[in-house]
Structures are given as C-alpha cells and as structure tokens.
C-alpha cells in the first residue's frame, strides 16, 4: 500500500488544543472540572498527522474475548431473561454455559481462522474455570487485566478500594501468567474519576474502556504521567447490540462484516483501529457463533490488507513511535 507523504508521527500527545497553541493538554488531577475530565483535549481525526501500522497496513483489527465469572445468587451480570428472585438460576446458568461450552468453541473458531485474540480476564476465573485461561495462553493470545469478576463495578469504590481491587487483580494476572499485564478493561465499563491515574501508578500502559476515538490517544494522568486509550468498541459488541438492542445473530455479524468494509475504506486516509468485543455466553451459542464464523472469514480473507493484531501489539506500536 502506497504511503502518505504526509509526515509520520505517533498520535497527539493527549492532542493539541484547537487554537494550536504548542502546548499540550495539561495533567490532570483527580478533580477534573465539571465540564471536562481533563484527560485530553479536541482533536479531529483530518487534522492529525498520518501513520502507518506495521508492514504499511492502515486498518488494525482486534478481537476482544471477555472471559468473565460470576458470584452465585448475589451481584451483577448480563441477563437474557428478566431475572427472579436470588439465586437467579436461568441467568446465572446461561452465563456459565460461556466458560464451559461457548468459550472453547471460540477457541476453536479463532484457531481454524488463525485470528489472535485479547483476552479480558477477570482474576477469579482462574479458581473458577482451571484450564480455561491456559488454553488461551496456549495460543499466543494477550492476557488483559479485567478486574475481580463481573458481579462488581470498581466506578463506585472510594479511590483506596479500588486501587486495591487493581492490586489484588494485576497480582493474580502477574502470578498465573508470569508477567504483569499491559492493559486493563474495567467491569463493566466502570471507571472513577480516578481510574486513569491509579493504572498508569500500578504500571498498565494503556486502557480499554473508552470508545471515544478511530485512533489510540494518550491520556494525561497525575503526577505528569500518562496512559494510552485503545479504543474498545461499544457498536461491535455483543452485549449492547444483542443484550440491549436485541440484534439478532444476522444483524450483528452483519454489522461487523459492514465495519469493516467501511473502516478499510476510511483507512486509506488514515490509521484505524477496529475492535469486536465478544462474550462466550452470548456469540458462543450455536445460532450466532455461525453467523460470527462468517463475518470474521470475511475479515480474516483480506489478512493481506489489514494487520490483525491484539490491543497490547497497538498500544506498543504507539508507544514505540512515541520514543
């Protein structure tokens, strides 16, 4: 692919402000304003310098597997029924079906595509599901810091508390994986006003969660320091699409097939990230893995065009052209 002579640079420093005064955005504290969190400014995406992805590639695509447990009769958790009084059997069961049956058929399907994957781990999966982790290990795939488990949100707990939380998560990660992670996706989406601050003190290099940009950013965190979002997606992801919105298992392999044509097509002007967010116990299921099969064939047929890659390998990308 022919490359733009537009200069070559890593993406914003947390971006420049509109006026293009040469200061970059000032760090935050943990008490952002009212109307900001302070994190990065405005920037958009025709105004930024162009790049390339490694072997002259644009369009960088990567799947998130989330590998979730949860607590039995008490918590939070996806529901595909309204669910009864605890102990909530009917949802709590679908839910396990994931790790037990649906997870190992996406393995399957990842290994006949040759798709890596990041996996979103929460740290309690590894007494619950013996096995389930190693085998993604097994495959090369990135492990990714997922809190605790998915019958909590760490958004709510006073700052201490959830610094404790990373803690206890990052240290069974680091344990059972023999390496710290590099990135970290909240339960449930959840994070303080603190949350970008105590990953970058607890040595994560970049984050998930936001899904407010095509394109990596640098976060400003406290103490002068910063943090990279890679952007997670919250269209091509199962549980708001088919929990919330009731896609049918067409439609959403349809949407990703449909993305990603268009984002190929878009990143011939500039880089792109495009991330699919899947959950066993949802795209698992028989009747939506056939339709996924598809769409991620689809995607894995032009492998030659695009860099199919984890978050971790975006994010060390970034922070290498950053040097």
């Not at 607590?71 to 669910?83: N, R």
């Not at 992801?237 to 949407?255: H, L, M, Q, S, T």
């Not at 996924?292 to 060390?316: C, F, K, M, P, Y």
Request: proline share 8%.
């Amino acid at each position: 692919m022919r490359r733009s002579k537009r200069p070559i640079s890593a993406p914003p420093d947390a971006a420049r402000f509109p006026d293009d005064r040469s200061e970059t955005l000032p760090v935050t504290t943990s008490e952002p304003t009212v109307s900001s969190h302070g994190r990065y400014a405005y920037s958009a995406l025709p105004d930024r310098p162009v790049y390339d992805w490694p072997g002259g590639r644009r369009l960088a695509v990567y799947l998130a597997l989330n590998l979730e447990t949860f607590d039995f009769g008490s918590g939070l958790g996806a529901e595909l029924a309204p669910g009864g009084p605890q102990p909530d059997v009917l949802n709590y069961a679908w839910r396990d079906w994931g790790n037990r049956v649906g997870a190992w058929r996406i393995r399957d399907m990842l290994d006949e595509l040759g798709l890596p994957a990041s996996v979103l781990v929460n740290s309690r999966i590894y007494r619950d599901c013996p096995g389930l982790i190693e085998a993604f290990r097994a495959r090369g795939d990135e492990i990714v810091g997922h809190g605790r488990s998915n019958s909590e949100r760490q958004g709510t707990l006073p700052e201490a508390e959830e610094r404790a939380l990373i803690a206890e998560a990052t240290a069974v990660l680091t344990r059972e994986e023999g390496k710290a992670p590099a990135g970290w996706l909240g339960p449930w989406i959840s994070q303080s006003r603190v949350t970008p601050d105590l990953l970058a003190e607890a040595g994560y290099r970049y984050l998930l969660d936001w899904c407010h940009d095509d394109q990596p950013i640098w976060f400003a965190t406290r103490g002068g320091g910063r943090i990279l979002s890679v952007p997670y997606p919250q269209e091509l992801n199962d549980i708001p699409a088919i929990v919330a919105r009731k896609d049918g298992p067409r439609a959403f392999a349809e949407a990703i097939a449909d993305g990603f044509d268009e984002m190929l097509d878009q990143s011939r002007r500039a880089p792109l990230v495009m991330g699919i967010a899947l959950h066993p116990y949802i795209v698992g299921q028989p009747h939506r893995l056939r339709p996924l099969r598809q769409a991620l064939e689809r995607i894995a047929g032009h492998r030659d065009r695009v860099w199919l890659t984890t978050s971790g390998a975006i994010a060390a990308h970034v922070a290498k052209m950053a040097e």
